[in-house]
């Protein structure tokens, strides 16, 4: 390499600290352990309603928002001059930040965040109600074939008419902890939907329709749950509100 070479890529944008490539996840102590059960414990914790769209009555802490990016900024300075740059995390490394500050077993690489997209029965809008536009995992196929085995036991045809809603689908830490997921709820994790039939109030018998769909399609945790996401035994019983289906 001639001089003039390594002067000249000395000055270019190193690839690493910018654009798509640039990543950073500090771990500064955010999460507060419980000394005796080692557990992260500020958060979980009841206490107030939030205002997310998804069953909430559980209440907690958590945000239906976007956490904040953590930032630096750094300066540097020669002689007189002087010259300041602001970094500061995208909306990747947002995300993957709330996974390490709730204490999760698995946070998301940044090539695993993908713009949500509509699936064939689902738009994304329903298949991912966060603050964010990326999300974790492909419940939209999860979705579609719970939808395409219901249709098939009430012997209607799929359309685009909607026979279920989806009231829950792929949430980030602080929103699964606003509406009052369980902390390692898989939810998080991507393959994991929240579904109410169509016409249950008159029809309440639908739950187990649609339990027993979500159980034909291979859901690898399926179950009927109340309004406060806890599992009821009995698809039948007038307490049930969804049906929670999971699929890792
Ligand atoms: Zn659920």
Redesign the pocket.
């Known amino acids: 390499m001639s001089s003039r070479t390594a002067e000249v890529s000395k000055i270019k944008t190193p690839v690493n600290m910018m654009g798509s490539l640039f990543s950073f996840l500090p771990n500064i102590g955010l999460v507060f352990t419980n000394s005796s059960t080692g557990i992260p414990s500020d958060f979980y914790l009841a206490g107030t309603h939030c205002n997310c769209s998804d069953f909430c009555d559980n209440g907690g802490n958590g945000s239906c928002g976007r956490s904040a990016p953590l930032s630096y900024s750094i300066t540097s300075t020669f002689c007189s001059a002087s010259q300041a740059v602001n970094i500061s995390q995208d909306q990747r490394d947002i995300i993957r930040q709330e996974y390490i500050r709730h204490g999760l077993s698995s946070v998301p690489d940044r090539t695993d965040l993908l713009p949500t997209t509509d699936s064939l029965y689902f738009l994304a809008s329903a298949l991912n109600q966060t603050a964010y536009s990326l999300s974790w995992g492909s419940p939209g196929a999860l979705a579609d074939s719970v939808y395409l085995q219901y249709n098939n036991l009430l012997n209607t045809t799929p359309s685009t008419a909607t026979t279920f809603t989806i009231t ?1 689908g792929w949430r980030n830490p602080e929103r699964n902890e606003a509406v009052g997921g369980v902390q390692n709820s898989d ?1 998080q994790f991507g393959n ?1 939907l ?1 579904l109410v039939p169509l016409d249950w109030q008159d029809h309440p018998e639908l739950f187990c329709t649609l339990l027993s769909a979500a159980q034909n399609v291979g859901g690898t945790f399926v179950q009927a ?1 109340n309004a406060l ?1 806890q599992r009821v035994n009995n698809c039948a019983d007038s307490t049930v509100r969804h049906i ?1 289906v999971s699929q890792r």
Do not use: G, V
């Open positions: 829950s939810h994991a929240d749950e996401s929670h």
